[in-house]
């Protein structure tokens, strides 16, 4: 379950129906799916997509997205600090960046024109789709890093960052994941 936070605001948001609406008026897709499957770090890409293919089909055709694959970040993925690094620096993409979380979690910011800037944990069943042209970052956390997640695509190139270079992300490094409580 998502947690929304404004931390300039000392707002957080839990209720999926708020963080929808707070998200869906700024123009980015937020939705809930069920995930009852569970899979071990050993599940095969293919196992992953087939787990969810009733929901992610017709998603991809209504949609016009060509391609998925699963991001899988643990513990033990290799290079680890130099993904995080770039994940982590102001970025915008020439089409939608499209995120199902099967597992885990990561913190998406936002830095949109004319609001403060907030972030969305997303989790298990959580659904995100950044719309081309968003600046944006992602987090997968500092220590023990666990993110899963089908990433849908009309074509792979338009995921590659374009980075802002502008520094904002520096402004927030010391900000915690959000807990629930």
């Known amino acids: 379950m998502a ?6 605001q000392q707002v957080q948001l839990t209720d999926p129906k ?3 609406t707070f998200m869906n008026q700024r123009g980015i897709f937020f ?11 050993t599940a095969s890409t293919e196992e992953i997509l087939a787990a969810y293919a009733a929901d992610l089909d017709p998603f991809m055709k209504n949609g016009g997205y060509e391609t998925a694959d699963v991001i899988s970040i643990n513990s033990l993925t290799e290079n680890y600090e130099a993904i995080r690094t770039k994940f982590l620096a102001e970025h915008t993409h020439s089409e939608d960046e499209i995120r199902f979380f099967v597992d ?4 998406f910011w936002f830095h949109l024109e004319n609001e403060d800037v907030f972030n969305l944990l997303c989790e298990r069943g959580d659904l995100i789709s950044v719309p081309a042209g968003t600046k944006h970052w992602f987090d997968a956390g500092e220590t023990n890093p666990f993110v899963k997640a089908i990433r849908i695509f009309i074509d792979m190139s338009g995921w590659v960052p374009h980075y802002t270079e502008s520094g904002k992300e520096n402004e927030f490094l010391a900000f ?4 629930r409580g």
């Open 3 to 8: 947690i929304l936070s404004i931390p300039n």
């Open 104 to 107: 885990g979690q990561g913190l």
């Open 18 to 20: 708020e963080i929808r």
């Open 176 to 179: 915690n994941f959000p807990t």
């Open 31 to 41: 939705d809930q799916w069920s995930c009852a499957v569970h899979f071990d770090d």
